[in-house]
């Protein structure tokens, strides 16, 4: 069955090329299904190629099937080609999954949308797009789908591309990524230089030829590709932007995948940063930082998608924060959870979104717990497992991650708790605020409004991530090593956790209560303040309203002179120099030839008289040279 | 005192300066191909010269073609005098400045 | 200095070649410096006289000949008809320049001439190479030398001049000409009316 593999990225890839052509024509819904069947067949065989991998004996579950040749060059050759692991399948494994639930979701929620078959054409190719990033045999397939991904998300971020500030949001995002792009390919030059190849297996066996310094330059390079993407300190502006595309693209793109995928590459380059805990370190304070600012911001946003937004990039810092400490298989534990009550959250604001008719300001919301019910539930449970209270899933996995960062630093420690905190009290003010309390949006004047729970195929998928969210748990408790099913499956490739070294009980427990009394005293806080209380300035300064400035300084200190250079080179350097110089060549031709000119007098005698000079002169000269 | 190669060559240069000098002052035309037939004939003195001192007769033989080419050049000249002079009487070098630049 | 290969280089051929020297400088100044074109016409043909009586002391007495036929006789000639045809013996400024300082300008540029030649003749330029054309001394009577060398080693430039004055003439009839005026249209038409009952 693992041979079938080449199957996993095939299938959305031909419902991109089914659609792209025909989708217009096969209409609304059909063109729906068709997407959403390929994901789900592209998912069957993902699970299938798993029971095949997981039947196998563990020291043989690395397979790397190589199609062809892509380039040769010299000592470099690049293939295109799949690498079969537990890392990537587990990866393959929630992608496919939640794509599908996501795709059958958005046949609901883009019903009335005139461009219908377009929103799948491009969700099928994001998928196979992101399917070859995590698949990737060598780097340069993971650059491929890192750039699909990016070119995806822009096409989705700006879908309504008539509004000016859904393009100039996809505008941003496109270019935010490219940064960090940069980062990634100077790593990949450095690769080439050194070692002459980009293929996982042949990088990962010959790291003893590089020096150190090389090593920290790699995986910070690498690193900051992952800023890029990943929406890491200070490149977080562009996904509070990006959050103009429809919801389920938030959701998958912003809170699923795409945004995991730096993450991803940190997990996979591991051999690397093992050799180099410094990179590590740094790359651990960075994502507690980012974890820690985020979670300020979405304390005073009043968008009920910026407020995710802001929480998934909190989020994706803790997760960095595990891989600094070296702890990779908590932090694809905290993965795999967040995308389950990350994307949980953001359907069911979709669903609230179009309940109310488009508004999205939840200072305008209130009291939809009784008329939407079964969304109410399921974001309830999406708090629950966010923030971190026993025994969803998210209580499991961030305990993973603190535990983990206490035995690198108790610094670290702190600032992710203070953050733990954070998170449950502003996800408790965004569920107060819109599904407790009055009924605001009666009073504004939106009377005709009867917000309800949507269709079946907008529930469905909620319900089955409220599930997985609340027992997504189990794949990983650390009450043994019989338990701990996701880190014995990915130690093969990302070698065991760091708690293994310490692994008293009672410090078990102890994280354990200290996790849970964060939560739930961030939660109790958040209840105590916005029960009943719409407006609370004094918690919702401009400061972090603003998202702590960082888009107005970098558009002042980054943007404007930029600006101002490009213009002073388009006014003055292209127009005064480089036109002035080539202009200045004729002119000076003209000149010259106008001068000249004056020479053809037109009278013989002149002409005699310059002949019989030229040849006194020549032959003067041929005289002096042969010597008087 | 014995008369030698080199007394007729001076006499010859003498007589080439005087017919180049007057070609670049004179403005009537037909003065000014007078002038080149000075040239000429210092040109063929000085052949004449070199064929007795280097006991050759192309030397003279060379005068030959160029008393005939002389002859040639002098009837097209003067023809094309005459016409130009038709047009307008009184005509100087100087006024046929038509291929000025 | 040359050494030459005259035989005899005694006082009647200085003398000689004084007088004729004179001649011939004294005509080319005159054909420089009269402002009448026909007093130059004749003072040129006191240098070619003179250029002849050189010729003959140099043992070229064909070209001395031919030169005082040809050269004094027709060229002279000719430019002596066009002077009179064309009405130019009238005076002319000799003194009025195209641009300033040219005849100043003339007047180096002639001494650099004059200077050059004298000294590049008095080098010594003959290679020692046996003659092309044949001995020119004691070969008999000189027409007759040059004749055998025109006919045998310079036959084809001898043909080509013969061409070449054909096309002299052919082009002299041809530039001369008188273009007669085509009658214009009313002209025309006022003749066929007149023709007309």
Known sequence: ?628 | MTVNVSWYLTLAAVLFTIGAVGMLVRRNILVMFMCIELMLNAANLTFVSFSRELNDVGGQVAVFFVLIVAAAEVVVGLAIIVSIYRRHVGATADDQHLLKG | MMSGLVASATLPDSITFAIAAVIVVLGALGVVLYRNPVHSALMLVMTLFGIAVLFVEQDAQFLAAVQVIVYTGAVVVLFLFVIMLLGVDRKEAVFADTFKGQRLFAGVVGLCVLVEIIVLGSRNWTTGAPSVAGAMKNQGANVNVIGKSLFTTYLLPFEVTSALLVVAVIAAVVLSRRHEERPTEFEDEQRTTELMP
Not at chain 1, 57 to 75: D, K, Y
Not at chain 1, 407 to 418: D, H, I, Q, R, T
Not at chain 1, 504 to 524: E, N, R
Request: aromatic letters at 12%.
């Open chain 1, 1 to 628: 069955m693992i041979h079938a593999a080449f199957l996993i990225p095939l299938f959305p890839l031909v419902g991109f090329l089914i659609l792209a052509p025909f989708g217009r024509r096969i209409g609304n819904p059909i063109a729906g299904w068709i997407a959403t069947l390929m994901v789900l067949a592209s998912f069957v065989v993902t699970v299938l190629v798993f029971a095949g991998v997981a039947g196998e004996p563990v020291a043989s579950r690395l397979h790397v099937e190589n199609w062809f040749t892509w380039l040769n060059s010299g000592q470099l050759s690049i293939g295109v080609g799949i690498q079969v692991d537990p890392l990537s399948l587990t990866m393959a494994m929630f992608i496919t999954g939640i794509s599908t639930l996501i795709h059958c979701y958005s046949v609901g929620y883009m019903k009335l949308d005139e461009q219908f078959s377009k929103f799948f054409v491009y969700l099928n190719l994001f998928v196979f797009s992101m399917l070859m990033l995590v698949l990737g045999e060598n780097l340069v397939i993971t650059f491929l789908g890192w750039e699909g991904v990016g070119v995806c998300s822009y096409f989705l971020i700006a879908f309504w591309f008539t509004r000016p500030s859904a393009a100039s949001a996809g505008k941003k995002a496109m270019i935010y990524n490219r940064v960090g792009d940069g980062g990634f390919l100077l790593a990949l030059f450095l690769l080439i230089d050194k070692l002459h190849s980009l293929t996982f297996t042949t990088i990962f066996s010959h790291l003893s030829q590089l020096s150190p310094t090389d090593l920290t330059a790699v995986s910070l390079l690498l690193f900051v590709g992952a800023v890029g993407k990943s929406a890491q300190l200070p490149l977080f502006p562009w996904l509070a932007d990006a959050m103009e595309g429809p919801t389920p693209v938030s959701a998958l793109i912003h809170a699923a995948t795409m945004v995991t995928a730096g993450v991803y590459l940190m997990c996979r380059v591991n051999p690397i940063l093992h050799l180099v805990p410094n990179a590590g370190h740094l790359i651990a304070w960075i994502g507690v930082a980012t974890a820690f600012i985020a979670a300020t911001i979405g304390c005073a946003q009043t968008d009920i998608k910026k407020v995710l937004a802001y929480s998934t990039v909190s989020q994706l810092g803790y997760m960095f924060l595990a891989v600094g400490c070296g702890a990779y298989d908590a932090a694809i534990f905290l993965m795999l959870t967040h995308a389950f009550y990350k994307a949980l959250l953001f359907l069911a604001s979709g669903s609230v979104i179009h309940a109310m008719d488009d508004e999205q300001d939840i200072k305008n919301m209130g009291a939809l717990r009784r008329a939407m019910p079964l969304t109410s539930a399921t974001f309830f449970i999406g708090w629950l497992s966010i923030a971190g209270i026993p025994p969803f899933s998210g209580f499991w996995a961030k305990g993973d991650v603190l535990s983990n960062a206490w035995v690198v630093s108790p610094a670290l420690w702190a600032v992710g708790a203070v953050t733990a905190i954070l998170t449950a009290y502003y996800m408790g003010r965004q569920y107060l605020l819109v599904f407790l309390g009055e009924p605001r949006w009666k009073k504004a004047g939106a009377g005709s409004l009867h917000p309800h729970d949507a269709s079946w195929q907008m529930s469905m998928p909620l319900v089955v991530l409220a599930v997985l969210a609340s027992f997504g748990g189990l794949i990983n408790l650390p009450f043994g090593p019989h338990l701990t099913f996701l880190e014995s499956w990915l130690a093969p490739v990302v070698g065991s956790g760091l708690l293994h070294n310490t692994d008293s009980t009672l410090q078990l427990w102890m994280f354990g209560v200290a996790d849970a009394v964060f939560a739930i005293g961030g939660a109790t806080i958040a209840l105590s303040l916005w029960r009943n209380v719409v407006n609370r300035p004094a918690l919702e300064p401009q400061f972090l309203f603003m998202a702590w400035f960082l888009d107005a300084s970098i558009d002042r200190f980054i943007a404007r002179p930029s600006s101002a250079l490009a213009l002073f080179s388009a006014r003055v350097v292209d127009r005064q120099v480089i036109d002035g110089a080539v202009n200045g060549v004729a002119g000076l031709f003209k000149v010259s030839a106008g001068r000249l000119r004056r020479l053809q007098t037109g009278y013989v005698r002149t002409y005699a008289l310059v002949i019989i000079s030229g040849l006194v002169i020549m032959v003067a000269y041929f005289m002096i040279r042969s010597g008087l």
